[in-house]
């Protein structure tokens, strides 16, 4: 299902999102970092078009959305405060948010702001153990994010850029790997140097967060390991402040489940939208 493009000026910042037909109620889709909208387009997009009303919106700094002036503007609140201008003056009614990511810990601090205008969160594998450890502690995600910022911080041209996609997804098709130079294109590489450093939650306080969250949540873990985020303490800390919340725990240390095992990630979304 394609979506109509269409812009948004949040502050300086011009969020590019992507809107589907009015088949039903609001969500909101937020990608993780280095990330872009169109990665829901094969599942949550796909699954869920013909019943939402879908908003799948670039981060700042990502896809087609605008760049910061100010490279320190990549915290997690910044993030927050584009989302919370997007729905406060787009949507007129309580919304479900699904974030993968960076996109999870916005939706986070959304819930929190936004009150009753949230009508659920769905949080796939939110990095929470960076709230402990430092990147280099992370290595599937350090040596990822260190390639990534090699390959884009001199502004190289777009054939440089898919040459090396090609390199690093040598069995996709050529339509994936020039998708996937494109996103990489776009990407503000300031972001990807904040995270880098491990400065990019910026100081959340995701106690308080989860603490000011009313509407029911459903957080899907990965397993902890090479690329999956959240240990059995992190999934233990979101327990032990949210007030509505369902854990389903996948079996896959995979960071992008919900899109390399779609089919067992869907009848656990399903099931929780149609309970709400």
Not at 164 to 179: F, G, K, S
Not at 236 to 257: C, E, G, R, S, W
Request: one cysteine or more; charged letters at 20%.
């Amino acid at each position: 299902m394609a979506l109509l493009e269409k812009s948004f000026q949040a502050g300086e910042i011009t969020l590019s999102y992507g809107e589907g037909p009015t088949n039903g109620d609001p969500m909101v889709l937020l990608h993780g970092l280095t990330g872009w909208r169109h990665a829901w387009e094969d599942t949550v997009i796909a699954q869920y078009g013909p019943f939402w009303h879908q908003y799948a919106i670039d981060l700042r700094g990502h896809g087609k959305s605008s760049h910061a002036t100010d490279e320190n503007t990549y915290h997690i609140i910044d993030c927050v405060e584009d989302i919370v201008a997007f729905i406060t003056s787009n949507i007129d009614q309580p919304t479900v948010i699904v974030g993968h990511s960076l996109g999870a810990m916005t939706a986070m601090g959304v819930g929190a702001q936004l009150g009753d205008a949230v009508r659920a969160l769905v949080l796939l594998d939110p990095p929470l153990a960076m709230r402990e450890l430092p990147i280099t502690d992370l290595p599937d995600l350090n040596t990822g994010l260190t390639m990534l910022y090699s390959l884009i911080s001199q502004n190289p041209p777009y054939e440089v850029i898919l040459e090396a996609c090609r390199q690093l997804e040598p069995e996709a098709d050529e339509n994936t790997v020039r998708q996937l130079a494109t996103q990489y294109q776009c990407l503000d590489p300031r972001a990807v140097k904040l995270a880098l450093e491990s400065r990019g939650l910026g100081g959340f306080d995701f106690a308080e967060a989860l603490e000011a969250t009313t509407c029911p949540i459903l957080l899907m873990p990965a397993q902890f390991g090479q690329s999956g985020l959240m240990r059995d303490k992190d999934v233990a800390f979101v327990a032990q402040h949210a007030h509505n919340l369902q854990t389903i725990k996948m079996p896959y240390d995979d960071h992008v489940f919900f899109m390399s095992q779609w089919n067992e990630t869907e009848p656990h979304i399903t099931a929780f939208l149609e309970a709400l």
